[in-house]
Structure formats: C-alpha cells, structure tokens
C-alpha cells in the first residue's frame, strides 16, 4: 500500500462569522418585514507584527482570505514558511507569524502600489505584476459548448449569500464539468483570494480548471487568476480591454456576457468546441 504523505498545514483558527444580519425593514406597501443583509467586515492582515492591508469581507473564511491574499501579491512563496494564521475579531485583525521572523522584510515588496478597479477598491503590487509573467506558462485546455452550459447550469444553484441578502459577488473553482469550490464576499477579489488561499493550503492545482467570477473580468481578476494558473476565465458579466490584453498575453480563454445560451469569446476562440449550435433557433 503506498504511504499517504501528509501536508505540512500551518496553526490556524477557524474564526469564520456569520455573514449576513437580519434586519426589519418596511417594503413599498408599508408593511413590516425580516430580511437580510449582508455583513461587512475590516480585517487587518499583519506578518509578524508589520502590517499589510486591510480588508474589508463578509468574514465568512478570513483565514483563507489572508493566506490568499499573500500567495496572489506574491509576497509569500512557500507555505511552508508560515506558521501560524491567528484571527481576532475583537482587533479586527489576522496574525500571520512566520517560521523565519522575516515579516519586516516584505516592506521592499509593498512598494509600486496600484489601486484597481475592484470593488472596495483592491490593489496590486509591483512584485505582484513582476510575478506574473515569470510564472510557469499556463496550458491552454478544451472547452466544449456543451461543459460550458452544464456548469452555468451548476451554477445557478449557488449564491446562497446574494440570494438572501445581495450586495456580494461569488466566484468559484471549476472543472470542465462541476464546481469544486464556491466563494462570495463584498468585492469579487476578495472571493477569488478566498479560493487562492484554499487552494495553496490543500495543494490544489489550477491546471485542467475554469475560474468563475459573478463580477466583471478585469486585469485584477485576470492577474489573481493566472497566479493560480488557471488557464479558463468565465463571468455572466463583461470585461476591461486592460483584462482581455493581459488574457490574450498569457494565453488564456476568456469567455463572458453570458446569459442563458448566449455568449462571447473574447479569447481563445481556437480551445472552444461549438458542439450546441442551434440549428432554425433550436439546439439539435
């Protein structure tokens, strides 16, 4: 029998909150009614004691988030070099320590900051765009017309937060087929950190999977998605030129707009299999 090795994880708290309230409101007939909404959250994220940034989240996997947003700025490499991921909600803090003690360091790389487009306004360091083109090649991958509308299909079961509350965005981890990984918070970049850091904590590869965001394609999202190295980037929304030029650099398929049946290929038309032409507005 081959020996299972086991994966080095870091301490962590599982101090995941609540993420919506319940409120009365009155609707447009007067009436008074319970409904939901959404939490929001700041959460400082700290490495040996130097801050980094704060965030503001849902607070549903602040763990995650923190570990996510590290791994995509690329300012820590190797999870092995953390050792514990402590959040405290009364300080409204995550404290990350690592095993060397060399937080103080990461000052250089907090350098050359870009404030984007996402929502809560996100950022993107110099050392994030520097690692993005050094980073190994993604592999180009098929998508058929047919996957692609069995996922939709997928996931439109999900959103469970927007359904109840709105207010958020979701994004998820794909294969061609099903959904691996489902995420909302307040901006799109924080859920797609969310998978980011869950992904580097249990060692699973971007290869062969399709990130999907609720929210529009910038080249925030495109970045956070090819630091993954997810080859496939999917959204009901639109795009940013700023986007499909990074897409279209790295190589990868960038499909949005979709809604129902309907879609645009923005890039990598040559990977996609149109295997549900409708034929006299009807699918064969």
Known sequence: ????????????????????????????????????????????????????????????????????????????????AIESVRVDWQTESVRIRTRDGKG????????????????????????????????EALRPITVRQSQLSRLMKSLATYNEIYKSAGAVHGCALCSTEKVEIFVEDVGRHNAADTIAGKMWLDRISGLNRVFYSTGRLTSEIVMKAALMAIPVIISRSGITYMGLTLAQDLGMIMIARIKGDKFHIYNGQEHFIHDLIPINGNNP
Do not use: W
């Open 104 to 135: 103080g360091q990461l000052r250089e790389k907090l350098t050359g900051r870009t404030i984007t487009t996402g929502c809560g306004q996100g950022t993107i360091f110099s050392c994030t765009i520097d690692g993005l083109y050094a980073a």
């Open 1 to 80: 029998m081959e020996k299972q090795v086991s994966l080095y994880r870091p301490r962590m708290t599982a101090a995941g909150v609540r993420p919506t309230h319940a409120i009365s409101v009155k609707d447009e007939k007067g009436e008074v009614k319970e409904v939901e909404i959404a939490g929001e959250l700041p959460l400082t994220i700290l490495v040996d004691g130097h801050e980094i940034v704060t965030l503001m989240t849902l607070g549903t996997y602040p763990e995650l988030l923190a570990l996510g947003y590290l791994r995509n700025q690329r300012l820590l490499s190797e999870i092995e």
